[in-house]
């Protein structure tokens, strides 16, 4: 069964660091999004991409998040100068293009900074 | 904005109880309603999903009902396992006003308990 697939599973990183979390999307899918979990809270939506340009982003998403299509499988969320705050569970998710469609999720990468 | 609400957790209950999870909803245009599972270390996964009222989601012993005149998606089931035993969170999308990202309630822990 197709999935999406995320890596790393952990990273640690250094506040101020940059780091780049990718994501590959299941293959037909058209609809790519982020979204975080900070330990114990509620999952939010961070950005959705579609057609090589974001589609929608929330108020969390601002100067610091950037998000990449680098070729035709890869989805990659880039998070410059970390903060502490940062640390959290990231979910990469896509969709079928389509009204209705459900959202497929990867793993996640727990992001620890330190 | 839209929202979503669940009933505060955790829930334990025994093996075979009758499970009732409760969601509300708030939204401004017609959204579509999920039910989403998270087992102990791993991502998201859908469990049912509803697109119109009256519609009824199933999986696994899982139902849910969309339910227009209270805005609610309750999740039931008549008879629940150890293996039941994880964090579920009801959620939106609200598509045809053009937004398709999901909107995360607080998530209910769930433990069965043989």
């Known amino acids: 069964e197709p999935e999406v697939t995320q890596t790393p599973s952990h990273q640690v990183t250094q506040m101020g660091q940059e780091v780049i979390l990718r994501c590959v999307p299941i293959?037909?899918?058209?609809?790519f999004y982020w979204y975080r979990q900070i330990l114990g809270q509620k999952v939010e939506f961070l950005v959705s991409?579609?057609?090589?340009?974001?589609?929608?982003k929330s108020e969390i998403f601002d100067d610091q998040f950037s998000v990449e299509r680098p070729d035709g499988s890869n989805f990659t969320l880039k998070i410059r100068s970390t903060k502490l705050e940062d640390s959290a569970m990231y979910f990469c998710?896509?969709?079928?293009?389509?009204?209705?469609?459900?959202?497929?999720f990867g793993q996640g990468t727990r992001l620890t900074v330190v | 904005g839209n929202s979503v609400t669940q009933m505060e957790g955790p829930v334990t209950l025994s093996e075979e109880a009758f499970l009732t999870i409760n969601c509300t909803y708030t939204?401004?245009?017609?959204?579509?309603l999920f039910w989403y599972v998270q087992y102990p270390g791993e991502g998201l996964q859908l469990l049912l999903k509803?697109?119109?009222?009256?519609d009824k989601g199933s999986n696994k012993g899982f139902e849910a009902t969309y339910r227009k005149e209270t805005t609610s998606f309750h999740l039931e089931k008549g008879s629940v396992q150890v293996s039941d035993s994880a964090v579920y969170f009801c959620?939106?999308?609200?598509?045809?006003?053009?937004?398709?990202?999901?909107?995360f309630g607080s998530g209910t822990r769930l433990q069965v308990q043989p």
């Open positions: 991409f579609y057609n090589n340009e974001i589609s929608e």
């Open positions: 293959s037909n899918h058209l609809y």
């Open positions: 998710a896509s969709s079928e293009f389509g009204v209705h469609t459900e959202a497929f």
């Open positions: 509803a697109t119109k009222a009256d």
């Open positions: 939204a401004t245009g017609y959204p579509s």
């Open positions: 959620a939106l999308s609200d598509p045809e006003t053009g937004r398709r990202a999901l909107t």
